[in-house]
């Protein structure tokens, strides 16, 4: 007969699964003391730039019991979002996250379902839901929960499923059986790093944010420094290259979830179409895009510094 504690873990496993998600991994919530150094090396060195928000509520970055007070497990979900579809040629390329929905909304309606289900099969559970929006070092937590290893692109890697998938977590006040982590299988590949082409990569497992491409495309408010001209590679929205060149992303298979299915019309969308947008086309094609995030400003901004690159 299953302990309380067995039939608990299962139960928010098998609900993880029929809400879509494809991996599930539980931790205990407490402070990350690997991560503390790493974290304060990296904001030292600037590698944040403008992304500020960064600097904030460090002792709550590193410890989820102060950020949900009373907190025993962190719940870490993985989400596929590996498209069947990839954008026509010779358009201003976009990741391939933002070909559907906006995954923040998707997602929480996702985590909200789960913690309900939870509160009514398990009794009263409190707990707070996150999907990128707080201070959560959520690759470290899947990484600590066994749902894969943080590559030298600095992104969760999963050996049966590779990296194209979204990061959630349920932070409650439950305890539950805890996985641990498995080994780094990145070996002496050195793929990613010697592909990006800002040269964002500085070493194996450190990525400098203010050199990326998704940072100069989504992040970075002002404009686009003249030494990046010519390197961006058609990248207008995000960047996939460290993923698209990363070996274990062979395993990588299309997603089953409706709200990610492409948008036509952003897929194929033609080269001169991009270009000639008008504000109230954004409008309404990137309705309820990732892409909104970086306004209708920062697009234009970023398909001028393509053009310019020429």
Same mark, same amino acid.
Request: charged share 25%; proline share 4%.
């Given at each position: 007969?299953?302990?309380?504690?067995?039939?608990?873990t299962?139960?928010?496993?098998k609900?993880?699964?029929?809400?879509?998600f494809?991996?599930?991994?539980?931790?205990?919530?407490?402070f990350?003391?690997?991560?503390a150094?790493?974290?304060?090396?990296?904001?030292?060195?600037?590698?944040?730039?403008?992304?500020?928000?960064?600097?904030?509520? +460090?002792?709550?970055? =590193?410890?989820?019991? !102060?950020?949900? %007070?009373?907190s025993?497990? $962190?719940?870490?979900?993985?989400?596929?979002?590996?498209?069947?579809?990839?954008?026509i040629?010779n358009?201003?390329?976009?990741s391939k996250?933002?070909?559907?929905?906006?995954?923040?909304?998707?997602?929480?309606?996702?985590?909200?379902?789960?913690?309900?289900?939870?509160?009514?099969?398990?009794?009263?559970?409190s707990?707070?839901?996150?999907?990128?929006?707080a201070?959560?070092?959520?690759?470290?937590w899947?990484?600590?929960?066994?749902?894969?290893?943080?590559?030298?692109n600095?992104?969760?890697?999963n050996?049966?499923?590779?990296?194209?998938? +979204?990061?959630a977590? =349920?932070?409650?006040? !439950?305890?539950? %059986?805890?996985?641990?982590p $498995?080994?780094?299988?990145c070996?002496?590949?050195?793929?990613?790093i010697?592909?990006?082409?800002?040269?964002?990569?500085?070493?194996?497992?450190?990525?400098?944010?203010?050199?990326?491409?998704s940072?100069?495309?989504?992040?970075?408010?002002?404009?686009?420094?003249?030494?990046?001209?010519?390197?961006?590679?058609?990248?207008?929205?995000?960047?996939?290259?460290?993923?698209?060149?990363?070996?274990?992303?062979?395993?990588?298979?299309?997603?089953?979830?409706?709200?990610?299915?492409?948008?036509d019309?952003?897929?194929?969308?033609?080269?001169?179409?991009?270009?000639?947008?008008?504000?109230?086309?954004f409008?309404?094609?990137?309705?309820?895009?990732?892409?909104?995030?970086?306004?209708f400003?920062?697009?234009?901004?970023?398909?001028?510094?393509?053009?310019?690159?020429?």
């Amino acid at each position: 007969m299953l302990s309380n504690k067995e039939f608990n873990t299962q139960f928010i496993k098998k609900e993880a699964s029929r809400l879509g998600f494809m991996y599930c991994g539980i931790s205990k919530s407490g402070f990350l003391e690997e991560e503390a150094p790493r974290l304060e090396n990296w904001l030292k060195k600037g590698m944040q730039g403008q992304m500020s928000y960064m600097d904030n509520y +460090f002792d709550k970055r =590193l410890n989820p019991t !102060l950020l949900v %007070e009373g907190s025993k497990s $962190v719940v870490s979900l993985l989400l596929n979002y590996y498209p069947s579809q990839q954008q026509i040629q010779n358009a201003p390329k976009i990741s391939k996250y933002a070909y559907g929905q906006d995954y923040h909304y998707v997602i929480k309606d996702k985590l909200k379902e789960l913690l309900h289900s939870v509160n009514e099969q398990i009794g009263e559970v409190s707990g707070r839901a996150f999907v990128d929006s707080a201070p959560v070092m959520d690759r470290a937590w899947a990484k600590k929960s066994g749902l894969g290893w943080v590559g030298k692109n600095s992104n969760l890697i999963n050996k049966q499923s590779g990296s194209f998938f +979204f990061l959630a977590e =349920l932070i409650i006040d !439950l305890d539950l %059986e805890y996985d641990g982590p $498995v080994k780094d299988y990145c070996g002496s590949c050195t793929k990613c790093i010697d592909s990006c082409p800002t040269e964002a990569i500085v070493e194996p497992y450190v990525v400098d944010g203010s050199k990326c491409i998704s940072y100069f495309t989504i992040e970075l408010k002002e404009s686009i420094s003249d030494s990046m001209k010519g390197k961006f590679e058609d990248w207008a929205f995000g960047c996939d290259i460290c993923q698209d060149v990363c070996p274990w992303n062979r395993f990588s298979k299309p997603h089953s979830e409706l709200s990610f299915s492409p948008n036509d019309k952003i897929i194929n969308m033609e080269k001169k179409e991009w270009e000639e947008m008008t504000e109230e086309v954004f409008e309404v094609v990137f309705k309820n895009s990732p892409i909104k995030r970086t306004k209708f400003k920062g697009l234009k901004r970023n398909l001028n510094f393509l053009n310019d690159q020429k």
